[in-house]
């Protein structure tokens, strides 16, 4: 049980810091604003998509948030790394930054199923 909350709390940081922290203050730097432009995406996509991937990460990493909500935020978060992955295989083909989303989504995948696994411990 120990190591299953060890993987589960390192899995869902890394979630954590990727998706709630880094879009909180790299969301509006110039590299930032490049790489949607790059993609044909409008500018103040940005703020929305940052607004609610640091949404589902405060929910992924409060321990309170009720379970359907955090099986939201899991299901935005894997839309959100498939798209990136999608657009970036679209505009510049297979490449890093193609694959890394996917990277990301095995990380979350590894998170949910932790969860999950948690989640049917507390409930026996």
């Known amino acids: 049980m120990k190591r299953n909350k060890i993987i589960f709390w390192i899995a869902t940081a890394f979630i954590f810091i990727f998706e709630g922290v880094m879009p909180a203050f790299f969301s509006q730097s110039e590299e930032s604003r490049e790489s949607f432009r790059h ?3 409008p500018s103040y996509l ?3 998509i940052s ?4 949404m589902g990460a405060v929910a992924l990493i409060i321990p309170q948030v009720p379970a359907r ?4 935020a899991y ?3 894997a839309i959100d ?3 990136a992955s999608a657009s970036y295989f679209f505009v510049d083909g297979f490449g890093f930054y193609a694959l890394f ?7 979350l995948v590894v998170s949910y ?3 999950q696994k948690l989640s049917t411990w507390q409930q026996e």
Do not use: S
Request: charged share 10%.
């Open 81 to 83: 790394f498939i798209g």
């Open 75 to 77: 299901a935005g978060f």
């Open 46 to 48: 940005i703020i929305i």
């Open 101 to 107: 989303p996917l990277i990301v989504l095995a990380v």
């Open 113 to 115: 199923i932790y969860y």
């Open 51 to 54: 607004i609610f991937k640091v």
């Open 39 to 41: 993609l044909g995406y």
């Open 69 to 72: 909500i955090k099986e939201w």
